[in-house]
């Protein structure tokens, strides 16, 4: 590839312009493409109760709220008039179904607020994700505002999940907007000079342009949640800022060496250049993972981890060469601080090189007592009670949050549950699975075709209002639980789901779908985990050449996130930091935060560990030592990479800038697993553990060896016989 870039460089980087223009054009029409939720399983229970809901009684779980604050009181004619109108104009729009409202279903007291100033018009749009969404954009703006003497705001689950794309939509331009002015101040830090610095971030500028137009094109074929764009957008430029700071570094070693740009270049990209190749194979490998759970949310982080890192890879291997032969030995102009004097400091006076010195002449305590250390900060993580996003996750002042804090304060919020059983092929045995549905301690009503059912008695007799929950030969139940809170919902759905059914009976309702989602993630995290280990294990032998470095990577990479999950938990489920960080506690911490973090983080830390132990590696292969070739190689790399991990984790704490919750504990997260990895793991356990395996670290049965002789990687080339490996 280097060759092609070399003769065709102006040919690459006009390419690049037009195709980084187009994909920054087709990324601005992104976000219409984009899904709010994305957090249910579609093979679940619950899914395939609200299929069947829709299906037989062309109905579902209510999703539109409509809270009405009138002047005086509900009960004036003048407020129940136009609350009426608004009803019957509701009714009246396509996909809409199931509306009542205090007004027109019998003045239900759970309808009206204690004070008798406020009620609610609660409705459902049929459809998938993306036809609610769509249709509640149209709907939200016609209905929300004065009508006639009142005052309506739109809120409920569609609303919420609307919101959440805009709001990502506003995350990425506020995070990009604090990510890129304080990596620039970095950049100019580490290299000293304007263009240096400029060169990643024009190579992380075009990748994040590049990466928004590969989504786009993914989500022509596949749903995309919102999600994706966030992580893509800050994922994307700190990768492609790694790699262009790893390859910078190199060049600028190469040219000092070479003094020939061209030569200089060659080397680079036969070095460093196969590093950063393989580097964004182990992240993309890791981030497919989400790929194996169903739900949507978490694969579109697969979608765009394996676009990001790819992308990022393609540009800093054909990008920034090009860039890189035009700046030519003017890579160093525009200086900004004065430049060191030149120095005859060997390598093993160096920080990096002292460090592991020390390390590695007590290597079993240093181990022991940091292992622990990293243990010990993630034991809060022991308490992990796992949750979904809900309104609480949204910014105070969206109209989701506002119409649900409201409705949970003012209302009955529990007879607003929309907890329902489906029996689609059945409904003999009705009345009698009312009844005992209606005896479980924490279920306060039932309704269904037969009647109201309490207390295992029946409350109302059959009448107008209970003919929609049949149809044919199929029927549902309406299930009002005595409390509405997370803990009660998921006790009152598992007791249903063990009373016996007259025949398929499907419990369904958003409290379902959640705890179906948090079962699904269970379930699957180890096959994901499984992979993830597998495929980073073969990965690392084809660099390495060893059977024990893959192991050991693992495990450090491993223990660098313990830390992490612990301060999640601490910080987010505990509730700590919370004023500083502007987030409400709700007790639980997103289900899908430890999942997808972890295969990002997993993804980075492996990235760092293969900047290492490459070129660890390589200093094995010239000298033969053991020992020595990680002090070296710590020593030639270290600054680099504790610059990368310094200016990754600067972009990461764009998340921070998001005002939804579960974004922010990536701002959190992602940050403190890269400096954990950067510093802890890094400065102190990777030559602590090498030191102990000594020559056996780069061993291999001479099967593998043979092996890794024809498929594997190097960055310094092929390793002299006398040294490839430990006998």
């Not at 690049?16 to 187009?22: C, E, F, T």
Request: glycine share 8%; proline share 4%.
């Amino acid at each position: 590839m280097i060759g092609y870039v070399l003769r065709r460089y102006r040919a690459v980087l006009i390419v690049a312009a037009v195709l980084a223009v187009l994909a920054g054009l087709a990324g601005t029409t992104l976000f219409d493409k984009l899904q709010g939720g994305g957090y249910f399983d579609p093979a679940a229970e619950s899914t395939a109760a609200a299929d069947a809901l829709r299906d037989h009684f062309g109905q579902g779980a209510p999703n539109v709220v409509l809270l009405v604050d009138s002047a005086g009181s509900v009960d004036d004619p003048e407020t129940g008039r136009a609350a009426t109108a608004l009803v019957q104009k509701l009714q009246a729009e396509s996909d809409i179904s199931g509306v009542m409202s205090y007004w027109t279903s019998g003045q239900l007291p759970a309808l009206r607020d204690k004070n008798g100033r406020a009620g609610l018009i609660v409705a459902t749009i049929l459809g998938d994700e993306m036809q609610i969404d769509h249709r509640i954009a149209q709907l939200a703006p016609e209905f929300a505002g004065k009508h006639d003497g009142i005052d309506v705001r739109v809120g409920g689950y569609a609303m919420m999940m609307h919101e959440t794309v805009q709001q990502g939509q506003k995350d990425v331009v506020a995070g990009e907007a604090v990510a890129f002015p304080l990596t620039l101040i970095a950049l100019l830090v580490v290299f000293g000079t304007v263009v240096g610095a400029a060169l990643p971030l024009i190579t992380g500028t075009v990748t994040t342009m590049l990466t928004m137009g590969v989504l786009w094109l993914v989500a022509e074929f596949t749903d995309l949640s919102s999600t994706a764009t966030n992580v893509a957008s800050l994922l994307g430029l700190g990768l492609a800022i790694d790699y262009s700071l790893l390859i910078v570094n190199r060049y600028r070693e190469e040219l000092a060496t070479a003094g020939d740009p061209r030569a200089a270049l060659i080397a680079t990209m036969s070095s460093a250049g196969r590093t950063v190749a393989f580097s964004a194979l182990t992240v993309a490998v890791a981030l497919s993972s989400m790929l194996v759970f169903p739900l949507l949310a978490v694969r579109s982080i697969g979608y765009a981890g394996i676009a990001v890192a790819l992308t990022a890879a393609l540009v800093s291997l054909t990008v920034l060469p090009a860039i890189l032969l035009i700046a030519g030995d003017r890579i160093d102009r525009f200086r900004i601080f004065r430049k060191r004097a030149a120095t005859s400091r060997a390598l093993d006076e160096g920080f990096w090189h002292r460090l592991a010195t020390t390390v590695m002449r007590r290597p079993l305590p240093i181990a022991t007592v940091t292992v622990l250390l990293l243990l010990a900060l993630g034991l809060p993580f022991l308490r992990f009670h796992p949750g979904f996003p809900d309104y609480r996750s949204m910014p105070e002042g969206s109209a989701s949050r506002q119409v649900a804090e409201t409705a949970q304060r003012d209302f009955d919020a529990a007879e607003l549950s929309g907890l329902f059983v489906v029996l689609p092929d059945s409904k003999a045995g009705l009345t009698d699975y009312a009844t005992a549905l209606s005896r479980l301690g924490n279920v306060a009503r039932v309704d269904t075709a037969s009647g109201s059912y309490a207390r295992g008695a029946l409350a109302i007799p059959a009448g107008a209002m209970h003919s929609r929950f049949e149809n044919g030969a199929a029927a549902y139940l309406s299930i009002v639980p005595t409390a509405s809170d997370p803990a009660s919902m998921d006790t009152v759905i598992r007791d249903i789901r063990a009373v016996p059914a007259p025949s398929r009976a499907l419990v369904g309702g958003v409290d379902a779908a959640n705890m179906d989602a948090i079962h699904s993630l269970t379930a699957r995290a180890p096959l994901a985990l499984g992979y993830v280990l597998i495929a980073m294990a073969l990965l690392l032998f084809l660099l390495t050449g060893s059977v024990f470095v893959p192991i050991l990577a693992l495990i450090l990479s491993a223990l660098s996130l313990t830390a992490t999950f612990g301060a999640l938990v601490w910080i987010f489920q505990d509730g700590h930091l919370s004023g500083l960080l502007g987030f409400t506690v709700t007790g639980d911490l997103s289900a899908v935060v430890p999942v997808m973090l972890f295969a990002v983080a997993f993804g980075l830390a492996m990235d760092y560990q293969v900047f290492l132990l490459a070129r660890i590696r390589e200093e094995y292969e010239k000298t033969g030592d053991a020992t020595a070739s990680v002090a070296i190689g710590l020593e030639r790399i270290g600054r680099i990479v504790t610059a990368a991990a310094i200016l990754i984790s600067i972009v990461f704490l764009g998340f921070l800038a998001s005002d939804i919750t579960f974004m922010k504990a990536f701002g959190i997260g992602l940050p403190l697993a890269v400096l954990a990895d950067a510093t802890i793991v890094r400065g102190f356990l990777l030559p602590a553990t090498l030191r102990l395996g000594g020559r056996w670290t780069w061993w291999a049965p001479r099967p593998l060896r043979r092996l890794h002789a024809r498929i594997g990687l190097r960055e310094g080339g092929p390793a002299p016989a006398e040294v490839a490996v430990a006998t």
